[in-house]
């Protein structure tokens, strides 16, 4: 199948099946702390780097932490937009909304619990997205029920997992994969986050968390990788301080390798799509 850029990919994109949107990407792992959310906005942001109209959606309702990463003010509040819904709140250029707007940090666990799946299917359906051609949403982490019942609910066109080479956090990664494929939702494949931990002081280079891992299992589950992502100091401090590396440092190396993460997750679902579209059609008779 011949590569097409991702401007040739953006004319392209035909309507979803959601209203201002035309695709919708899930960053979910098996297991909390992996650097999720930080995939997430740097992803989204090297979506909307390449030319791309973009929406970040926080799902995780244990800790949503975009509002953060994203250096939006605790105490700004989404504006409620007509009878029943909102408008996006704008953060470096991103269409975003989170339950970290809706929600505080002191917000009970098991309010949030119950509420979870309801409540993010209604920030999914009633935010006015205007004209976007991939949204991302932050998906809880784990396998639970809330999580299966999202990703059955929610109309999800590909799922990015991301894992550390740990074994522990791989076997987690495992059952994310199976709870995806379990729904019919496509994998476009996984991204190995601190896969290499690089000294800010003298650049030396060690793999902590093992190494090869998710080389295996993408091969073991015939997915791919899409990304290795290195730990570093700065990235984390970045994040922390509200402006993702793709933003605060775009010539870094860690920014270019989620540029290359954003066009491998178009190109991806662009062929996984194309390919869905020449399978014959399956007739079933009565004789
Ligand atoms: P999750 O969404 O999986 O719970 P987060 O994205 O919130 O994980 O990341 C957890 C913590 O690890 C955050 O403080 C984040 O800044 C940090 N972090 C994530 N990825 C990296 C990385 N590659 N290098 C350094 N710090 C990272």
Redo the contacts with the bound molecule.
């Keep these: 199948m011949s590569q097409l850029s991702l401007a040739q990919i953006k004319a392209q994109l035909t309507p979803g099946r959601l209203k201002g949107v035309k695709r919708i990407i899930a960053v979910a792992?098996g297991k909390?702390?992996?650097?999720?959310?930080?995939?997430a906005a740097n992803l989204a942001l090297a979506l909307k780097k390449q030319g791309m109209q973009v929406g970040l959606l926080d799902a995780?309702i244990y800790?949503p932490?975009q509002p953060l990463m994203l250096g939006v003010a605790t105490d700004q509040q989404s504006e409620q937009a007509g009878e029943q819904g909102f408008e996006p709140i704008m953060a470096h250029g991103l269409q975003t909304m989170s339950m970290g707007y809706l929600v505080s940090e002191s917000t009970p666990m098991v309010w949030r619990g119950p509420m979870a799946s309801g409540a993010l299917q209604q920030l999914l359906f009633q935010t006015h997205w205007q004209n976007i051609d991939y949204l991302i949403i932050?998906m809880p982490?784990g396998t639970g029920d809330i999580q299966l019942t999202l990703a059955q609910k929610v109309p999800v066109d590909g799922a990015v997992i991301?894992t550390t080479p740990q074994d522990i956090a791989l076997l987690d990664a495992k059952k994310a994969i199976e709870m995806f494929a379990k729904v019919h939702v496509p994998i476009l494949g996984l991204v190995e986050?601190?896969a290499i931990h690089v000294c800010t002081h003298c650049g030396h280079q060690e793999a902590i968390f093992g190494e090869g891992g998710g080389m295996r299992m993408a091969e073991a589950y015939h997915t791919q990788v899409l990304a290795h992502?290195?730990?570093?100091?700065t990235?984390?401090m970045e994040?922390?301080q509200g402006t993702p590396t793709v933003m605060a440092r775009s010539d870094s190396e860690e920014a270019k390798i989620f540029l290359a993460l954003a066009e491998r997750c178009v190109s991806t679902l662009w062929q996984q799509e194309k390919i869905g579209e020449q399978l014959p059609e399956i007739v079933m008779s009565e004789d």
């Excluded at 909390?32 to 995939?39: A, L, M, R």
């Excluded at 992502?229 to 100091?233: E, F, H, Y």
């Design positions: 792992s909390g702390g992996v650097g999720k959310s930080t995939v995780d800790g932490s932050d982490p991301v986050n601190m992502i290195p730990l570093t100091k990235l984390r994040m922390d």
